[in-house]
């Protein structure tokens, strides 16, 4: 997880903010559901 996502979660928790917390969260998934892909097609590339 990048610095700055990690750093605007833990300061969302900290002050409650639910529509902040539920946003990053998606964000997270998306970057890693992208990440996941381009690495996933990357190795079936380099074979």
């Known amino acids: 997880m990048p610095q700055?996502?990690?750093?605007q979660l833990?300061?969302?928790?900290?002050?409650?903010?639910?529509k902040k917390i539920r946003?990053?969260?998606d964000c997270w998934f998306f970057y890693r559901t992208?990440?996941?892909d381009?690495?996933?097609?990357?190795?079936?590339?380099?074979?």
Do not use: C, P
């Not at 700055?4 to 750093?7: H, I, M, P």
């Not at 381009?38 to 074979?47: G, V």
């Open 4 to 7: 700055w996502l990690s750093n």
């Open 23 to 25: 946003l990053l969260n």
């Open 10 to 18: 833990m300061r969302a928790f900290q002050t409650k903010n639910r």
């Open 38 to 47: 381009s690495e996933k097609k990357h190795r079936h590339t380099s074979k």
């Open 34 to 36: 992208q990440n996941w």
